[in-house]
């Protein structure tokens, strides 16, 4: 009899779909890698195969769709060599990607954070590399606001703090929806970020 091949590639994706459901479903804190076979309808022990624990599991399907959000954002970006329109294209397509394949990521994360703060346990904390996703994503937004700023486009700003202040404008209605999704029609929320700080960059 021939031995199945398996693509592992496909079962650890698998294995990570299955995850966000159950961390879904019973919070990150809660659930167990039992669980997580469960859903994947996999034994535990295959997990094991792939991952040593439910937080690599988490920390696995975090960067996979923080890569598939900055490939997508760079792709944009690359269409035009306007900073004005460089910079709406990066915003518009954060939130549109949040929002059609992260909300779930997020609710997860804050449960987990809150878990991980509240017991001072350094290894739920540092699970995802913060400082890292924050540095990449303010260089892709000082790249923008310094290529404006030579091109006249945009007047002279610290581009590292304007960068800063962008993404926590962004990370802060992302929570705002989060909490109360009757209340924030991220769509025209979006609009208005694009619009503040693009007006406040441009010198006209």
């Known amino acids: 009899m021939t031995p199945r091949i398996v693509n592992k590639e496909a079962k650890k994706m698998e294995i990570i779909q299955a995850a966000v459901k159950a961390f879904s479903t019973k919070g ?7 669980d997580i076979a469960q859903v994947a ?3 535990k022990g295959t997990i094991y195969e792939y991952f040593r624990s439910k937080e690599e599991v988490f920390a696995a399907g975090f960067q996979i769709f923080f890569q598939e959000m900055k490939q997508q954002i760079e792709s944009a970006i690359k269409t035009t060599c306007d900073p004005v329109e460089q910079l709406r294209l990066l915003i518009n397509v954060s939130f549109k990607s949040f929002l059609h394949h992260g909300s779930d990521i997020a609710m997860i994360m804050m449960d987990y954070w809150a878990e991980g703060i509240r017991n001072k346990d350094e290894k739920i904390l540092d699970a995802i590399n913060l400082r890292k996703i924050y540095s990449e994503f303010r260089t892709m937004i000082r790249t923008i606001v310094d290529n404006g700023m030579r091109q006249g486009v945009f007047r002279t700003v610290d581009s590292h703090h304007v960068a800063s202040v962008l993404i926590g404008a962004m990370d802060g209605l992302m929570l705002q929806w989060i909490m109360d999704h009757q209340d924030i029609d991220l769509d025209k929320a979006t609009e208005s970020v694009m ?3 693009i007006n406040c960059l441009c010198k006209h």
């Not at 990150?28 to 039992?34: L, Q, T």
Request: proline share 0%.
């Open 28 to 34: 990150m804190v809660k659930a167990k890698m039992a």
């Open 41 to 43: 309808g996999i034994g």
């Open 195 to 197: 619009d503040l700080f």
